[in-house]
């Protein structure tokens, strides 16, 4: 196999209570740690138009407005990632999608412990820090959200040290 089928780009974004709690630097410091390649990375306050194309998926279910809620409430750090399986590894990193049922080594664990169910019974927007595509569903959100102008091809030492 060559380095085309297992090298590839992911996107992740630090959602509004990432940026609020401080945790931008920690968060995407263990992404560099696991030595992913950053590849492009802004600031962005979020739109309907764009969290509609982002969660598609998701538009129709009882749980969307809260969430697109939530993802306007403050600005967003998106970043595309690039390394080895990176949007199955990026997606083990970040753990489950409930931190109540995240391991405490995976971001969702180590920075949250809410239950989905409580945020529903609380009437409260779901908190959990950090969106990774799911594989096969990165280069489309990479497009939503980046133009290919704002990613940068560059020599990274973990090209040669870390995979
Ligand atoms: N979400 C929610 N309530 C739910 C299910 C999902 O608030 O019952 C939110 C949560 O922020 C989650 C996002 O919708 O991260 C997308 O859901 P998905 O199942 O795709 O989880 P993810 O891929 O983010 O782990
Ligand atoms: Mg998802």
Known sequence: MSDAEYVERTFVALKPDAVKRGLVGEITSRFEDAGFKIMGMKMVQATDQLLEQHYAEHVDKPFYDGLAGFMKSGPV???????????????????????????PATIRGRYGHMSMDYADDAGRHYKNLVHASEPGEAEEEIEIWFEESELHEYDHSQDEHAR
């Not at 750090?77 to 391991?103: C, F, P, Q, W, Y």
């Open 77 to 103: 750090v998106a970043m595309v990632l690039e390394g080895v399986h990176a949007a199955e590894n990026l997606r083990k990193i970040v753990g489950d999608t409930d931190a109540s049922e995240a391991h």
